[in-house]
T-cell receptor
Framework: RKEVEQDPGPFNVPEGATVAFNCTYSNSASQSFFWYRQDCRKEPKLLMSVYSSGNEDGRFTAQLNRASQYISLLIRDSKLSDSATYLCVVKLYGGSQGNLIFGKGTKLSVKP | EPEVTQTPSHQVTQMGQEVILRCVPISNHLYFYWYRQILGQKVEFLVSFYNNEISEKSEIFDDQFSVERPDGSNFTLKIRSTKLEDSAMYFC????????????FGSGTRLTVV
């Protein structure tokens, strides 16, 4: 049973393209949701939290559908520097701070 | 920007040896974590630590693993007798309070067991 499942990728897009990533999670007790990005052989870095009402940060828009247990990330006007692996992450309710459950990630490659 | 610091960046050890991975979390964070990522796999939770004790641990975190906060700044992960399958990137992370508070990860220690 995959707790957090993502598009397998890779996504190869030209600069300026709009690209969307999808993610589903299996545990309805999931409390908080995030997108992280990970560059090759580097640590995950928080890109943005995902709120129920949807939220935007510059070129990045995240959506959450709790009923469908579905999360998305939209990147507009993609840049070469957006090339990375995008990790969908959920935090489970309960425990001290819960813990983060990572998807395997979707690799994005933005070409000139 | 505050950061989580990990040392060493790369550790090579022989099977059966003990290793200690070190981390300095962000100073005003209260929650500390270890995660690992085997090459090509997803990031996996190992253990969380709060108020000087383990608050949660995964199935991976068996008796070979232990964590310690020996002083006010360091947070260590010890693997008592390393196995080949322990080869991975080990990430330390810390967080403040609040459910929507993301974790800050260190740059990781690449452990290679030979």
């Amino acid at each position: 049973r995959k707790e957090v499942e993502q598009d397998p990728g890779p996504f190869n897009v030209p600069e300026g393209a709009t690209v969307a990533f999808n993610c589903t999670y299996s545990n309805s007790a999931s409390q908080s949701f995030f997108w992280y990005r990970q560059d090759c052989r580097k640590e995950p870095k928080l890109l943005m939290s995902v709120y129920s009402s949807g939220n935007e940060d510059g070129r990045f828009t995240a959506q959450l559908n709790r009923a469908s247990q579905y999360i998305s990330l939209l990147i507009r006007d993609s840049k070469l520097s957006d090339s990375a692996t995008y990790l969908c992450v959920v935090k489970l309710y309960g425990g001290s701070q819960g813990n983060l459950i990572f998807g395997k990630g979707t690799k994005l490659s933005v070409k000139p | 920007e505050p950061e989580v610091t990990q040392t060493p960046s790369h550790q090579v050890t022989q099977m059966g040896q003990e290793v200690i991975l070190r981390c300095v979390p962000i100073s005003n964070h209260l929650y500390f974590y270890w995660y690992r990522q085997i090459l090509g796999q997803k990031v996996e939770f190992l253990v969380s630590f709060y108020n000087n004790e383990i608050s949660e641990k995964s199935e991976i975190f068996d008796d070979q693993f232990s964590v310690e906060r020996p002083d006010g700044s360091n947070f260590t992960l010890k693997i008592r007798s390393t196995k080949l399958e322990d080869s991975a990137m080990y990430f330390c992370a810390s967080s403040g309070t609040g459910s929507n508070y993301g974790y800050t990860f260190g740059s990781g220690t690449r452990l290679t067991v030979v």
